[in-house]
């Protein structure tokens, strides 16, 4: 054991010159002389006492910081005992808590370093000092002076103790260190009633504060109350809270009754008891996270809303929109008084009508709710018969729709900078306060509040106006569409795999109809105008004596779709006519009286045709002898004799042939 000679000056342990007058008397034994770059050594042990306590004293003895030196450089990390302790599961399904996996980990570690140095005896004496004797009182000495900031081990610091720990460690391996008090499996059956009991309480129809629970546990335990589960009709038995190895009942504090209650997994135990079906699953339950479509018209959200603002009476006016999901633009909307099927299929009408402006294809997929449109799941909302996809929303489930979220950016980006009056009297928000007064009503007997209302005409005419701005108004998506408006979005990005559209099913379903009869063979009044058959062969389709037929159409269209009996028969088109004055003859007319004449040709064709297959024919009288007559009814009068003789029955000449005589 050496100790650098500068060092010993350096440090003040002896002077330069007192340095060279032991050096000189070879009181020290100068181990290695000193020479450029290589400092001299001198030997612990000979160092006069009087500089070796002063070490000692301000330093520590350095053949015991040698020893802790040289079992440091034994300790070495273990990737299996840490993933053992991290991975641990205790008998309730937990893990071990993080500082006694570092713990364990810590302990694990120096005691395979131990079994390492005791089975290296050239490294057992290096890391006892050079000594052999005393082996555990050494080691447990050296373990108790490792760094405990550096390893925050809880291994005995007892010789006895910190041999059978190790001798545990050898034969039983990790599982040696786990403490025995984790997943004790009675304390935990007891902590189960227990919390079974405060949540119990804590869900009654009164919705008690946690204090309330807190004090009705001690007054059960006391025997001053009874608390009975209804389900079952049995009583609470308080022996299942009595601690036996204390003698007592369980007592809980109510911080600890407020912790019980509070625990993450009980607070969305009893907030599904507590809170109302919507507020739970918009606020606690999970929810699915999806992202948008990505092309245009591939999805359409629907739902109603009343808008914000009051009618004269005090009323709202309803309102169905309609959105594309991908770009957000309102594709269609309706307004009225009530809240009825008329209004949705108003709604659906208006949609159409703009897709059919636009040349558009049929939007592949409905995003539906049950409310109104539920009477419409067998024909128009039925996957297959007019959209190829239907989805019908959970109800009460705002959040899964698409609609309500573009409701909310409607209403909060641009009916609250285009209109006066978005808001509520009691928000909090003083932005989103409207203006108005709180007085009382004697004739409703309640307070209300008194707003500026509108007309109908008004409302309507207003959220119009806003429905422009929001569809040129920026997509909410400006990252990926930078600088561009909703209906942009929309044009650029339409689904090139949608269906065209059948507009004779579609007026089926939310088209008009109209009563009406084919006249004259070629053409029907719907509305006070004539629509024209496209061609005569439309006849044969027709029942028998029968010419009514049901019209359907779309509005702001010019075709009629005729269903005779719910049969599709044909799309008329606006008859045009023809101008009678030869001077006032335009190409429209010369083309209207092209078209009819066509149609008048094939008519006559159809009828030469039909006469050209009919035979001439004229009628022959027979002559007939009255002898021949006499005779055959005495033939007759023979065979009514042989009533049974089938075969005379069934000879189909001897019938005819009396038949012919008998005219």
């Given amino acids: 054991m050496c100790v650098e000679a500068s060092w010993l000056v350096e440090n003040g342990i002896v002077t330069k010159w007192q340095y060279e007058k032991l050096s000189s008397r070879k009181q020290i034994n100068v181990v290695r002389r000193g020479c450029r770059n290589t400092p001299a050594l001198v030997e612990f042990d000979s160092i006069p006492r009087r500089f070796r306590e002063l070490i000692i004293n301000k330093y520590g003895n350095p053949n015991e910081v040698s020893a802790v030196s040289h079992f440091e450089k034994h300790i070495k990390a273990d990737e299996r005992a840490l993933e ?43 890391a006892l000092g050079g000594q052999t004797t005393g082996l555990w009182a050494s080691v447990a000495n050296t373990v108790l002076k490792l760094n405990t900031s550096t390893y925050p081990h809880t291994l005995p610091q007892n010789i006895r103790r910190m041999q059978e720990k190790y001798k545990t460690y050898v034969q039983e391996g990790y599982q040696s260190l786990i403490h025995k008090s984790f997943g004790n499996s009675f304390a935990r059956v007891v902590n189960a009633k227990l919390e079974r009991l405060i949540l119990s309480i804590y869900c009654m129809s009164n919705k008690p504060y946690s204090k309330w629970v807190h ?24 022996q299942d809270y009595f601690d036996t190895k204390k003698g007592t009942y369980i007592m809980i504090s109510e911080s600890t009754c407020r912790n019980i209650i509070n625990n993450p997994k009980n607070r969305a135990i009893v907030d599904a008891v507590r809170m109302g079906r919507h507020r739970y699953s918009g606020n606690i339950r999970p929810h699915f996270n999806r992202h948008s479509a990505k092309y245009s018209l591939s999805k359409i959200s629907l739902d109603d809303r009343d808008l914000p603002r009051k009618l004269h009476d005090g009323n709202r006016v309803k309102a169905y929109y309609a959105y594309d999901v991908a770009s957000g633009i309102l594709l269609g909307a309706s307004y009225s008084l009530s809240k009825n099927t008329d209004l949705f299929i108003n709604c659906v009408r208006d949609m159409f009508r703009n897709i059919n402006k636009g040349g558009w294809g049929m939007p592949a997929e409905v995003e539906v709710e049950h409310h109104i449109v539920g009477q419409f799941k067998d024909d128009l909302m039925k996957a297959g018969v007019v959209f190829p996809f239907v989805r019908f929303c959970a109800p009460g489930n ?52 008194r707003e500026r209302t509108y007309s109908f005409e008004e409302l309507v005419a207003d959220d119009k106006t806003t429905i422009e701005a929001y569809n040129n108004g920026l997509h909410r998506d400006q990252k990926t569409y930078p600088g561009k408006t909703r209906m942009q979005v929309f044009l650029e ?123 001439k024919v004229k009628h022959i009288s027979i002559p007939v002898n009255l002898e021949d007559i006499e005779a055959q009814e005495v033939e007759t009068k023979e065979h009514d004799k042989n009533e049974y003789d089938y075969e005379l029955m069934t000879d189909m000449d001897y019938w005819s042939e009396l038949a012919l005589k008998n005219l």
């Fill in 84 to 126: 053992y302790f991290s991975n641990y599961q205790l008998e309730n399904g937990d893990t071990l808590p993080l500082e006694k996996q570092l713990e364990y980990y810590n302990n694990a570690i120096i005691l395979s370093a131990i079994h390492e140095i005791l089975n290296n005896r050239k490294a057992l004496r290096r």
């Fill in 215 to 238: 004090e009705d546990y001690l007054q059960f335990i006391a025997g001053v109350l009874d608390i009975v589960d209804m389900e079952t009709g049995e009583l609470f038995d308080r």
């Fill in 493 to 615: 990005n339409i689904n090139p795999n949608l269906a065209e559209i059948n507009p004779a099913v579609l007026a089926r379903y939310i088209g008009e109809s109209r009563n009406t009869s084919i006249v004259r063979n070629m053409y029907c009044t719907v509305n006070y105008r004539k629509y024209m058959l496209p061609t005569p062969d439309i006849l044969e389709k027709l029942l028998p004596n029968n010419y009514e037929v049901v019209a359907y159409f779309l509005p702001d269209t010019d075709e009629i779709y005729i269903y005779q009996n719910d049969k599709y028969l044909c799309e008329c088109k606006v008859m045009q006519t023809f101008t009678t004055s030869q001077a006032e003859t335009t190409d429209a007319d010369v083309e209207a009286r092209k078209i009819q004449a066509k149609y008048i040709n094939q008519f006559d064709m159809l009828v030469k045709q039909g006469k050209s297959e009919l035979a």
């Fill in 398 to 449: 705002s959040q899964e729709k698409h609609a309500e979220h573009f409701n909310r950016q409607k209403k909060y980006g641009y009916e609250k900078r285009y209109q006066d009056g978005i808001g509520r009297f009691y928000l909090k928000s003083e932005a989103n306060q409207t203006g108005g007064e709180r007085i009382y009503d004697e004739k409703l007997n309640k307070y209300i509040i």
